[in-house]
């Protein structure tokens, strides 16, 4: 499969690897590493970006709004501010897919101007004037199911069948796009890990991920060096890879088309061995 994200083609026939890039003083993850006096540093986020499409990313995803559990909500020129000169300098310096991280309509139009190839919005195109902005776009979108916001997301999330659930919030907003003139081929899926979901909730997720095929959608997932992992083994954030790259393997299997991660080299050495044997002639 194909997706086409403006001026470029993204192939899916095996899966891509999405690099983080975070231009927010305060993930959870790296917050802050690209800050020199509390100013984003875009050489040093061009120089990540550049060793992460030498890794091997066909995507490189970057948001300017934080949403790890309990973040604080920030202004959309704030978000302007920190996004939209990274994305105009990977896109013009460097052989990559940029998506934007955002729920903001503003910047999604804006994100598409300065050459934007895809929309990845945790609220699914939510927010006021997001379907249609998204529409106009004409960049691919991925929809991604969260429940609540992130200031309270993870305070009791609760499903009746949380796999069920997803799969319908997720039909649902593909339903809202198409009647908004937004193509299926424009569209891709994502569970949203750890978004309102308990260890148990992600778990299940994973496990069924292949009932997301269903939708007819390539399925984007995240879940590099996410609590799940810290709450299974109690490993800090900069101990989760031996355990990020088992979930993003495990996803593969179940038919993730892009994996999320802050770490590409060895998630795609990962990825290309699944491969070998997916596609052995014996
Ligand atoms: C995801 C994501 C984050 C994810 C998609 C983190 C922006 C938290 N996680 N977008 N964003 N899917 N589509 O741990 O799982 O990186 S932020």
């Known amino acids: 499969m194909r997706v086409q994200c403006a001026d470029r083609h993204l192939d899916l026939s095996t899966p891509a690897i999405m690099g983080v890039i975070n231009t927010t003083p305060d993930s959870f993850s790296d917050g802050g590493t690209l800050y020199r006096n509390q ?13 992460m499409v030498d890794e091997g990313a066909a995507i490189l995803d970057i948001g300017g709004e934080s949403t790890r559990p309990g973040a604080a909500p920030v202004s959309l020129q704030q978000e302007m501010d920190r996004v939209l000169p990274l994305v105009e300098r990977i896109s013009a310096e460097l052989d990559v897919v940029v998506s ?21 919005d ?8 997001a379907v249609q902005a998204a529409a106009a776009s004409g960049l691919p979108i991925c929809l991604m199911h969260m429940q609540g916001e992130p200031g309270d997301m993870q ?17 649902a907003r593909v339903a809202a796009c198409e009647s908004e003139g937004i193509e299926r081929s424009r569209l891709l899926v994502d569970p949203g890990f750890g978004f309102g979901k308990t260890v148990d909730h992600n778990l299940q997720l994973l496990a069924q991920l292949a009932n997301f095929s269903a939708l007819g959608l390539p399925i984007l997932v995240g879940l590099s060096r996410k609590s799940m992992i810290g709450k299974l083994l109690g490993r800090a954030v900069h101990e989760r890879l031996p355990a990020s790259i088992a979930l993003a393997l495990l996803a593969a299997e179940r038919g993730a088309a892009i994996i999320r991660t802050h770490d590409v080299a060895p998630t795609l050495d990962a990825i290309r061995i699944w491969r070998a044997m997916e596609q052995r002639d014996c």
């Open 39 to 51: 100013r984003l540093d875009l050489d040093a986020a061009l120089a990540r970006a550049r060793s």
């Open 100 to 120: 934007v991280d955002t729920s903001s309509p503003g910047l999604m139009s804006a994100a598409a101007a300065a050459g934007a190839g895809m929309i990845n």
């Open 122 to 129: 945790v609220r699914a195109l939510q927010r006021a004037g």
């Open 155 to 171: 305070q009791s999330p609760h499903y009746g069948h949380v796999v069920d659930e997803v799969v319908d919030f997720l039909a």
